[in-house]
């Protein structure tokens, strides 16, 4: 009886997935030689200017280089204002699961204010034995924790809530998510220096942004993880993303995570501010709507392939993506490229964090025929990230936020990667 | 004191402060305290149940002129939208499943949040501008639009947190799984 080939005894699903082993030593050799043998030799090497020329001077502060300039937030405002809206994270240009701090994404009520960090205050009331005042350069005095999180908005992926799938790519559809080390100091330290009074079940957390964003949390959440973060990614805070402190709320949906922090104060029941009435609520078909939906539920997304980002003829990819929860850690992501038939098991990049981001990474021997690619996540709490008519049986589809359904990417004959409902 | 006794009162003292939870708690203690009456400027969140609303108040009509001065350009006469938010109407469109119409009247639970948001937040470019009175004037006057209080109400901080909004039981508290 014939061997079988390495790559035979390498798949792990349908349609082409193969076990990420096929990278290593050994496994690419044995795949890659019939490759190889068609590929047209490579042009005599160049000695290019800057092989010969003395480059560029320092400077204070780098910048990616100017042929990456298309790796750029998109972004869309309110009629009649300039800042207020959001901006999109391009998830298809990037790699790791690490945010650029100028890619984060934004998403602002009232532009971006410019504040004088020297002037700026922290304040702490409401339900407190003492109510106190701090300064910026009071808060870097204190012991500081770091942590890797994301931050998503509660509205990602809310195109795919639409009746037809739209012509639109990761950034515009899964965009309202970056991830970040953050470094601060523990909300609860704060309280405690306050004294917090035993009546005080919930926290109110505000703005110093013209909109005076403002929100409602669990006392617990507030004495469990919740960070005044004065880092970004190892410098200040951007602008954009709440300098010169931002509350933290791992897990929780962006909008809580309120930037550019002026006052907490400790209550007996939720403010009820519009952002946590009015929006941030999930409308469901009976007309009752769905409120203090505070963690974003497991999701995951497939980054590359994706629309945009056209496969160049059969041969082995890699098909990587990004997967998280705010309910803890990713247990395991799949991936299909049947439409849902078969599934394999991705590797995870390390590290594996709670409510972080997580890289995941299959080998995909593409044939050149059509493939829907998609993958599903498993937390550790043991939920699984649902299919679009899953999460539309349960909650209809006009609830606009916390919108995590599994992604489908078809891939064309021509290499073309568009979005579509399988 | 001997130095021997003083040194054994010292460790017994340090490990009194390492047993007590007071000392888990320790932190540089740098925030300073603040009056009441220092802090009122910042302090300008309403509860639902009306905690935090001003002293003043406003009438229907006296909205309707804030509004039209104010409001008007971007929610539209009589605060029927565009280019920004409706705030009028919809009331009933929030079951089945076409497009839902959300707006103060249709879809927002407390009539205090109204308060609470044109104040610190509104007119969009010149937020926390105006007065308690017409704040007070604006929310009168869109809630009479939306049928909530008749034409001859005022709106102060007894009135407003007595308004029921029609959709107050509109929600039910997320619990996961369900």
């Not at chain 1, 700026?120 to 109510?131: E, F, S």
């Not at chain 1, 930037?259 to 104060?265: D, F």
């Not at chain 1, 991705?346 to 044939?367: H, I």
């Amino acid at each position: 009886m014939k061997e079988k080939s390495r790559s035979e005894t390498e798949h792990v699903a349908g349609n082409g997935l193969l076990h990420r082993r096929v990278f290593l030593a050994g496994g690419a050799a044995a795949m890659g030689a019939g490759v190889m043998a068609d590929q047209a030799a490579a042009a005599p090497l160049a000695v290019e200017s800057w092989m010969k020329i003395p480059g560029a001077p320092f400077n204070g502060y780098g910048q990616p280089s100017k042929y990456e300039e298309k790796v750029a937030r998109t972004w869309a405002s309110a009629p009649g204002t300039g800042g207020t809206g959001s901006s999109r994270t391009p998830h298809h240009l990037l790699n790791g699961m690490i945010t650029p701090s100028g890619l984060h994404y934004e998403r602002s009520h009232s532009g971006i204010p410019d504040i004088n960090p020297d002037t700026h205050r922290l304040l702490i009331h409401g339900l407190v034995k003492r109510p106190l005042v701090f300064t910026l350069d009071d808060l870097g005095r204190y012991p500081m924790e770091s942590r890797i999180a994301f931050v998503e908005c509660a509205g990602n992926s809310g195109a795919l809530f639409a009746k037809q799938p739209a012509p639109a790519n990761v950034q515009a559809i899964h965009g309202l998510l970056s991830c970040s080390e953050w470094t601060g100091v523990k909300l609860s330290v704060l309280l405690q220096e306050a004294g917090i009074d035993p009546a005080a079940k919930w926290v109110l957390a505000e703005g110093a942004d013209a909109s005076g964003m403002s929100r409602s949390f669990p006392i617990e959440k507030a004495l469990d993880d919740a960070l005044i973060c004065l880092y970004q990614n190892g410098e200040r805070v951007r602008p954009a993303n709440g300098y010169p402190v931002r509350l933290l709320l791992p897990g929780f949906e962006g909008n809580m995570n309120v930037k550019w922090l002026r006052r907490i104060k400790l209550t007996a029941g939720p403010t009820m501010t519009k952002d946590e009435t009015s929006k941030y609520t999930i409308l469901l078909p009976s007309g009752k709507a769905l409120q203090f939906v505070f963690p974003l539920e497991g999701k995951s997304i497939i980054t590359h392939p994706s629309p945009g980002l056209t496969v160049r003829g059969p041969g082995l990819y890699e098909i990587s993506g990004l997967a998280w929860s705010g309910y803890g850690k990713i247990a395991k992501v799949e991936v299909s490229a049947d439409g849902g038939k078969s599934w394999g098991l991705a590797a995870l990049q390390e590290p594996v964090l709670s409510k972080a981001v997580t890289r995941f990474r299959m080998a995909w021997q593409w044939d050149g025929g059509p493939a829907v690619l998609q993958s599903r996540s498993t937390d550790e709490t043991g939920y699984v990230q649902p299919s679009r008519t899953q999460l539309i049986e349960l909650r209809g589809d006009r609830g606009n936020y916390h919108n995590n359904m599994i992604q489908a990417w078809a891939v064309a004959g021509n290499g073309e990667v568009k979005n579509v409902y399988a | 004191m001997s130095m021997r006794k003083f040194l054994v009162a010292a460790a017994s003292a340090a490990l009194l402060a390492l047993a007590s939870p007071a000392f888990a708690q320790q932190s540089p203690n740098l925030g300073k305290p603040i009056s009441p009456e220092d802090l009122a400027s910042w302090d300008i969140s309403i509860g639902p149940d009306g905690a935090g609303l001003p002293p003043g108040s406003g009438t229907v009509k006296q909205g309707e002129a804030v509004f039209s001065a104010k409001c008007q350009a971007c929610h539209g006469e009589k605060g029927a939208g565009t280019p920004n938010d409706r705030l009028v109407g919809g009331q009933g469109s929030l079951p089945g499943d076409k497009p839902p119409v959300k707006t103060i009247g249709s879809y927002w639970p407390y009539a205090t949040t109204l308060f609470d948001y044109i104040r610190r937040a509104m007119p969009f470019n010149e937020s926390k501008s105006l007065t308690n009175d017409e704040a007070y004037g604006v929310v009168a006057y869109l809630l009479n639009l939306n049928g909530i209080i008749p034409e001859d109400e005022t709106m102060n901080a007894q009135s407003l947190p007595k308004v029921t909004m029609p959709n107050r039981e509109g929600f039910v508290v997320f619990t996961r799984g369900k």
